[in-house]
């Protein structure tokens, strides 16, 4: 028998159909016994927020998020709103004892993220932050590869995540679609919009940040804002690198920006241990790249001229995720990760056993980001304060 899983959601834009489809597509691939309903849709646009109901099939809009977060037929509240309302819906949902499934980043700062995280733990409510990169296969399986010990002691980390879409300086900041542009509305520009996701991958893989030296840069200062009309100063970052320590020794460097000309979503990241490397590209997302030094087993003979870089095609059903889908081969797409993370959530709730990341997970990351926006700010490395006991 399918126990109902009833889904209140804030904001109908790019991830409120990213995570529609996850909820209408959770039961034709996973074998769990919640079944999701689409219960109701809140946005502030009554005529819009009716489109995407009609279209996705909720039952029924809210123009107003309370509505959602207090309503008794809601088990599960999903944030797809921009990143200044996380807070404020987090702490209602919790105290109204929903399930809190948020988009990344968790919170605009690190003392609302930790007040989340003390209110879903207050409360007793299952928990998610939706870094869903962690569920592309490929991603997967590099952990899977670490974990087996194939790396061996780390010593480089590297990530890139790089876009070109701001580059025109007519594009404007703030209102809908732009108020990634408008720190007021992001927090930070690429810090907390890019490199959030790079941050989440490598503390993942290969454990916590401890120390971090950043610069960011804001290439064009002035940009008219949508809502005001009026030109205004740029106070996002448009783009930021820094380097990064591990507790386990090793050393990286993260670059994010979206002055990248002919980059549109150029999430990398390559991972170089004593005993092999990994290498991973969101262009090409079914592939991981992996080195496997082979002098390590000594009992073989090494062709050495046969050695290199293996691209797996993480599509067998051995693959972490790929059993629920096709025949090998056969590739799934960006969607997917929103389906694998939801299915990941929704089994951690009936085995009790919480997915990962939850708040307190993702406020992690949120420490580092502050960490680089602060270095940045200041010039000087800067502890970050990862737990990593919350990993
Ligand atoms: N996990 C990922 O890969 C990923 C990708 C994109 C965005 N995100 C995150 O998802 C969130 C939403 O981003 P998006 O790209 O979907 O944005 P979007 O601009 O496409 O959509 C935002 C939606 O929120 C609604 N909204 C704004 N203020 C609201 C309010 N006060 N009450 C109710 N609804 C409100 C808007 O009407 C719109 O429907 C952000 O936090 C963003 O960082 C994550």
């Known amino acids: 028998m399918s126990k109902e899983l009833r889904i209140g959601m804030i904001g109908y834009g790019f991830m409120g159909r990213a995570h529609s489809n996850a909820y209408k597509r959770l039961n034709d691939f996973f074998p769990v016994a919640h079944r999701p309903v689409l219960k109701a849709v809140a946005a502030r646009s009554s005529e819009k927020a009716k489109g995407f109901a009609d279209n996705w099939g909720y039952e029924r809009i809210e123009t107003d998020w309370k509505k959602v977060v207090e309503a008794e037929d809601i088990d599960l509240v999903d944030i797809c ?30 003392k609302e993220a930790e007040k989340m995280v003390a209110a879903v733990a207050k409360y007793k409510v299952a928990n998610m932050a939706w870094f869903n990169y962690r569920r592309v296969p490929a991603i997967a399986l590099a952990k899977q590869i670490i974990e087996e010990g194939r790396i061996g002691r780390s010593f480089h980390y590297r990530a890139t995540y790089l876009q070109d879409w701001t580059i025109a300086t007519d594009v404007p900041q703030g209102g809908p679609g732009l108020w990634r542009l408008d720190a007021a509305v992001s927090g930070s520009g690429v810090t907390g919009d890019l490199l959030a996701h790079s941050i989440d991958t490598a503390m993942w893989l290969n454990g916590p940040i401890t120390r971090v030296t950043a610069k960011t840069e804001t290439f064009v200062k002035e940009r008219k804002h949508v809502v005001t009309g009026k030109v205004q100063k740029v106070s996002i970052d448009d783009a ?53 030094y082979l002098q390590k087993q000594s009992s073989k003979k090494v062709e050495s001229h046969l050695t290199g870089w293996r691209k797996i095609h993480t599509t067998n059903s051995e693959h972490p995720y790929m059993k629920h889908y096709w025949v090998p081969g056969t590739c799934i797409g960006y969607e997917h990760t929103f389906l694998n993370a939801l299915a990941d959530f929704v089994m951690g709730i009936e085995s009790g056993k919480p997915t990962q990341p939850d708040f307190r997970n993702a406020l992690q990351t949120q420490r580092v980001c502050e960490a680089v926006l602060k270095s940045a700010k200041n010039g000087k490395w800067e502890k970050t304060g990862v737990d990593a006991k919350a990993l």
């Open 240 to 292: 930021c690198m820094f380097l990064a320590e591990f507790a386990n020794g090793s050393i990286g460097t993260f670059e994010s920006t979206r002055y990248a000309r002919g980059r549109k979503n150029f999430n990398t990241f390559e991972m170089n241990g004593a005993d092999g490397s990994l290498y991973f590209d969101l262009e090409e997302p079914e592939y991981l790249q992996y080195f496997e």
């Open 81 to 110: 709103s921009p990143n200044d309302t996380h807070f404020d819906i987090a702490m209602a949902a919790a105290k109204n004892g929903k399930m809190i499934c948020c988009e990344k980043p968790l919170a605009m700062t690190t």
